[in-house]
């Protein structure tokens, strides 16, 4: 899906804590002591950066992304990071790395067996990546979206769904294959959160601040509100509501912490 898209980190941040914690959970598990070089990739509105620059207050902190209304938000705190704009599929990062760290980022790009191995080349001698991925397209949500996309008939949603018609984001036995001729140490697991809800479609507001915001902006206006109201209802059907009113979202992720 085009990375063209303007994002919006207000929409972005309306679940911002639920967001925040498998990020968080993430970088729990970088086990860097001193490093010298620290690299957010996709780095959204800064939160996890700035926590890295508290965290190795000597390392110097980058914290990159393609979407400059992201960086622009970042850059709203005051902090010793330094912002970046970056797009990854072009990027050759050189063997200096001690933490290359990516939350929910790398989704977005194609063909990952040439990705991985050339995030894992810029790391220095002992250096980790950590990164983590949702695992939604084989989900309820991500079916509907699909479904949806394909109930309409105009050019610009066809070639959306096209570009949805196979997964980025590979099963965890593939990224064994892939990483672990590469690494000293590899950690992957998957965890589900059961994401707890509440308003007027709220799963509709949690995918059109992440997976959705490329297909709204796409779409020409009139296809954008007829896709909305059809994939809010398709939504609903997949994730009826509790008795008291809460929805439940499972949301599954893939996490991957490497050392060269």
């Not at 914290?63 to 990854?88: I, Q, T």
Request: charged share 20%; proline share 8%; with cysteine.
């Amino acid at each position: 899906m085009s990375q063209a898209a303007l994002w919006d980190p207000a929409r972005y941040q309306q679940y911002g804590d639920l967001r925040l914690r498998p990020a968080l959970e993430l970088l729990s598990r970088v086990s860097a002591g001193a490093p010298s070089l620290v690299h957010d990739i996709g780095t959204g509105g800064g939160e996890i950066a700035r926590l890295m620059a508290q965290r190795w207050p000597n390392a110097r902190v980058i914290g990159s992304d393609s979407s400059r209304e992201m960086l622009a938000k970042a850059a709203e705190v005051d902090s010793p990071v330094e912002w970046r704009f970056l797009d990854l599929g072009d990027w050759m990062p050189t063997a200096e790395h001690d933490v290359i760290y990516g939350n929910a980022v790398l989704h977005w790009l194609p063909d990952h067996a040439e990705l991985l191995p050339r995030l894992v080349g810029g790391l220095a001698p002992g250096g980790e990546l950590a990164v983590q991925m949702p695992l939604s397209w084989w989900q309820p949500s991500h079916q509907a979206i699909r479904e949806t996309l394909g109930d309409l008939t105009g050019p610009e949603a066809q070639a959306l769904n096209a570009s949805m018609a196979e997964p980025n984001v590979y099963l965890p036995n593939r990224y064994y294959e892939i990483i672990e001729p590469l690494s000293s140490a590899l950690d992957i697991w998957e965890t589900t959160y059961q994401q707890i809800l509440t308003g007027a479609d709220p799963v509709f507001e949690w995918v059109s601040g992440s997976i959705l915001r490329p297909v709204l902006t796409q779409l020409p206006a009139a296809d954008a509100a007829h896709f909305s109201d059809l994939c809010r209802r398709a939504l609903r059907t997949a994730y009826p509501p509790q008795p008291d009113g809460t929805t439940l979202f499972p949301f599954r992720r893939l996490f991957i912490v490497a050392r060269r």
